[in-house]
């Protein structure tokens, strides 16, 4: 089915659901609460894996319950992890704000030991990296240990994919070291200067990338769908009532890079990323909310 290689951030996500955003200084009652597994690199692999990819996991990890909740997470989605865990800090967390009639949230990370990765531990990892059909990373961990991952794949001439989430300005070349690149809205805007609202706006964004080095930007617009430079939007898949949003960028990405390492086109991927997108935000949840590959298909081959 292919081999995925993802470099991420695991956090426990700690969500609220209520009516409103409380303002600065006021306190308001919420409507629920759930303690769960996330960060973008970890729900990516997630969906990778359940979308039936051999998925590996590099991350850190504290020694402590949500270093478990993690592994657990891993083991029951088949995630093989690769990870180090440390004493010294702890495993990353999430306040996650969910609006209760839009489905729509609010994110502030504390990576923790996610925090430590370094260069020197994708080195550790580059027979692994090596040896992937897709590699694939964020920026939740520091830039230079995504750079250095982004770096040994190429070199090895596997598929590179960068979700450059959340925004931050990149090292120079590093968008040329990526075969795809796949920002949503806001972060094309933050690598372009330029504002996506419909697909005109993604086409001269893509133009942008591509003059920045990328090999096929693809940004992902929500309800839209994922504009897939070549060939235009791939709309979105409408599979039910939204619950819920947190999570749909990671499931994109997941499902994108495991249909890639099993050798579909780019267009195709696009579109089993849409479709795992379009499955997740019907159930609460980041990890949990990961489709696996029947349900996927059930949707996508209709159309393949």
Not at 178 to 193: K, Q, R, S
Not at 220 to 244: I, R
Request: glycine share 10%.
């Amino acid at each position: 089915m292919g081999k995925v290689v993802v470099l991420g951030v695991f956090v426990a996500d700690t969500a609220y659901r209520a009516d409103r955003m409380p303002r600065m200084g006021e306190t308001v009652m919420g409507n629920s609460f759930a303690l769960g597994p996330g960060g973008k690199g970890s729900n990516q692999a997630v969906a990778s894996a359940r979308m039936g990819a051999e998925t590996h996991m590099i991350s850190m990890l504290g020694q402590d319950d949500f270093a478990k909740l993690a592994l657990d997470v891993w083991d029951w989605a088949g995630v093989i992890p690769h990870v180090r865990q440390v004493s010294d800090t702890y495993t990353g967390a999430a306040y996650i704000f969910v609006e209760e009639s839009t489905g729509d949230n609010a994110i502030i990370i504390a990576p923790g030991a996610a925090a430590l990765i370094s260069a020197a531990d994708l080195d550790a990892q580059a027979d692994l990296i090596s040896d992937a059909n897709v590699f694939v990373t964020q920026l939740e961990q520091p830039m230079d240990a995504a750079l250095r991952g982004l770096q040994i794949a190429r070199d090895a001439g596997v598929i590179t994919v960068l979700n450059p989430a959340p925004a931050a300005p990149l090292p120079d070349g590093m968008l040329a070291l990526c075969d795809y690149v796949t920002p949503n809205e806001t972060e094309c805007m933050a690598l372009t200067g330029i504002e996506v609202s419909d697909a005109a706006d993604a086409e001269k964004a893509c133009c942008a990338l591509k003059d920045l080095g990328v090999g096929t930007p693809i940004i992902t617009m929500g309800s839209q769908g994922a504009y897939l430079h070549g060939h235009g939007l791939v709309p979105a898949f409408d599979t039910g009532s939204v619950v819920e949003t947190t999570g749909a960028g990671d499931a994109f990405n997941g499902g994108f890079c495991a249909a890639l390492a099993e050798g579909k086109t780019p267009l195709q991927a696009t579109i089993y990323g849409c479709a795992t997108a379009g499955a997740s935000v019907t159930k609460a949840g980041t990890a949990p909310s990961m489709p696996d590959r029947a349900t996927v298909d059930a949707v996508v081959k209709p159309l393949l």
